[in-house]
C-alpha cells in the first residue's frame, strides 16, 4: 500500500508561483510513474502532468506546459509540481497519483492523495 500526501496549495494573485510537493510512503518509489491531477468546481478530474522513472520522462496537459513542471527526488520519494505564471483558472483541488495501470494522461492510478487546494486570484 502507498500512502501520497501532498502539501503546498494556497492562495496566490495571478501571475505567482506555486511549488505543490507529494510524499509517498512506498520505499520503491522510483518504481511507479507518479502523476499530477486537478479538479475544479463543477468539472472533471483532469490530468496536469506526469512522470516515469526508468526511462525517465515527463508529459504535460497543453493547457500548462511551459508553466508547470514535474519533478522528482527518489531519495525523498517526493514529486513536485512547480506552477509558474498561474491563472485563475488554475484553480483546482490538486491531487498526486502513483502507479499508472495505462497511459499516465488517464484517472487510472493505483494510488491517490487527498487532494491540495489552490486558488489563484485575478
Known amino acids: 500500500q502507498v500512502q501520497l500526501v501532498e502539501s503546498g496549495g494556497g492562495l496566490v494573485q495571478a501571475g505567482g508561483s506555486l511549488k505543490l510537493s507529494c510524499a509517498a510512503s512506498?520505499?520503491?518509489?522510483?518504481?511507479?510513474?507518479m502523476g499530477w491531477f486537478r479538479q475544479a468546481p463543477g468539472k472533471e478530474r483532469e490530468f496536469v502532468a506526469a512522470?516515469?522513472?526508468?526511462?525517465?520522462?515527463?508529459w504535460y496537459s497543453d493547457s500548462v506546459k511551459g508553466r508547470f513542471t514535474i519533478s522528482g527526488d527518489t531519495a525523498k520519494n517526493t514529486v513536485y509540481l512547480q506552477m509558474n505564471s498561474l491563472k485563475p483558472e488554475d484553480t483546482a483541488v490538486y491531487y498526486c497519483?502513483?502507479?499508472?495501470?495505462?497511459?499516465?494522461?488517464?484517472?487510472?492510478?493505483?494510488?491517490w492523495g487527498q487532494g491540495t487546494q489552490v486558488t489563484v486570484s485575478s
Open positions: 497519483a502513483a502507479g499508472p495501470r495505462t497511459n499516465v494522461k488517464t484517472l487510472n492510478y493505483a494510488y
Open positions: 512506498a520505499r520503491t518509489f522510483s518504481n511507479y510513474g
Open positions: 512522470i516515469s522513472w526508468s526511462p525517465y520522462n515527463t
